[in-house]
């Protein structure tokens, strides 16, 4: 009986997590395909920008007192495989070869390999799980990148995110985000009368620095859900095995019971047969 209870309550709480792990790989499902169906877009801004920029004339090049820094893109929420790890080796890696003086943050799951390191991180910010929490984020985040590069608190800034390969599958990859390296263009745009060249300029980097980061965090945002939905999906299976296994000591244990008691009911009845017949 007391195995029979323990195999109860394993079962009610298998079932429970599998409905837990089914919610999250919904949860996760939708948020990849929206991630994924916004990239094509945010390409289209990112070439109109490069675009620009080039038709500006914008070239920007290495200060003098070269200050490295990094950006690490991860994920705040867990159950997607080594997704987090992967992305902080590399960033850590990337500390050592550049000597960063500065490092930021999005994601706080990377924070510990960062402190195991001896890493400090200078700023973090919270990872948005969604495309909608996308633009606050990055508002404040191009804000402060901005503001830091332009009081020269570093001269380069290196991106360290994830790329996607496919479901499940992404490539650690850093790209150099600041100085500002647009290809050369046949087209320039004309003098306005209403707005200065630099005013232009200004304006189509502060878009470029946030475009870039759009892109870029759309894509790891991609990465991080398929990562999650293989990880759900491996959960789910093995739940279901051992919910199958369960299930199926349960009925054994029923059907020894039941045996059990067909076999003490013929005993008793063979007991008073006994007894009759000696009287």
């Given at each position: ?32 395909r929206e991630a994924r169906s ?215 244990i029923r059907r020894e019971a ?22």
């Amino acid at each position: 009986m007391q195995r029979e209870n323990t195999l109860r309550k394993r079962l009610h709480s298998q079932e429970t997590l599998s409905e837990t792990i089914s919610a999250m790989k919904s949860l996760a499902a939708h948020h990849f395909r929206e991630a994924r169906s916004a990239l094509p877009s945010a390409r289209a801004y990112r070439t109109g920008i490069d675009q620009a920029l080039a038709a500006v004339g914008l070239h920007q090049l290495v200060r003098p007192g070269h200050t490295a820094a990094i950006l690490l893109i991860a994920a705040d929420l867990g159950l997607c495989g080594g997704y987090n790890s992967r992305l902080s080796c590399t960033a850590v890696e990337h500390h050592k070869t550049l000597c960063a003086q500065r490092v930021y943050c999005v994601g706080h799951r990377p924070l510990s390999a960062f402190r195991r390191a001896g890493i400090n991180i200078d700023r973090s910010y919270n990872s948005p799980t969604s495309v909608a929490g996308l633009t606050g984020t990055l508002l404040h985040l191009s804000e402060d990148l901005l503001d830091d590069y332009l009081n020269d608190r570093f001269s380069t800034l290196t991106v360290i995110s994830a790329r996607f390969d496919g479901v499940g599958e992404f490539t650690p990859v850093n790209t150099r985000l600041l100085p500002v390296d647009i290809p050369d263009s046949d087209s320039s745009i004309q003098p306005s009368m209403y707005v200065a060249i630099d005013h232009l300029a200004a304006v189509a980097v502060r878009e470029y620095l946030y475009i870039r980061l759009f892109q870029t965090a759309l894509n790891s945002l991609a990465s991080e859900h398929s990562a999650r939905l293989v990880a759900t999906e491996s959960a789910g299976s093995w739940l279901a095995e051992k919910t199958a296994s369960a299930r199926r000591q349960l009925a054994s244990i029923r059907r020894e019971a039941a045996t059990q008691e067909v076999l003490d009911i013929a005993a008793t009845a063979r007991r008073r047969n006994r007894r009759a017949e000696r009287h």
